[in-house]
């Protein structure tokens, strides 16, 4: 009797710290797997489409300036993605990128028609390619990091920015 009082006693106490250790230790577990989980495909989807878009509606010269803040966007993005390791080696094309895109939205605020020229699209389309291919290898928290750095660098104007006149 005294064998099976402990016994129930035993897995009382045990399957309540368990309970309550598992819980917190789940809790942990899904934060760390939160961190390192791939972006969700159909997010990957939507951000690589509108970038694409983005540029093709612009070579054709129907664009505004959304499409142009789109392509700024992921090019900064992945400027800041290249920073926290995902295609480092890819740098040198992203800063290509942002400069010629910088260039030709400059030329487009003063011409006031909002279309890409084919120079810089080469360059943008080589950026959108690189990040398409970064976004899909970040993990969900990294991407939040990322972003979070780019609203820091972009409020302290450390960022290629196109602004219409």
Known sequence: MAKHARTSTGSKSRGREGHHGRRAGS???????????PTPAEQVGKVALSAHLSVDILLRGRGGEGEVRQLVYAINLSLILCEMGYGVE?????????TA???????MCDAGQWKLALNASTAVFQ??????????????HDL???????KSRATNGHVT????R
């Open 27 to 37: 809790a942990a577990f899904m934060r760390l797997l939160g961190q390192h989980l």
């Open 90 to 98: 890819q740098l040198a094309v992203i800063l290509a990128a942002q």
């Open 101 to 107: 895109l910088g260039a030709a939205g400059a030329l």
């Open 127 to 140: 950026a959108i390619e690189i990040h398409e291919q970064q976004i899909e290898l970040a993990s969900e």
């Open 144 to 150: 939040a990091r990322a972003d979070l750095e780019l």
């Open 161 to 164: 920015q196109i602004h219409a």
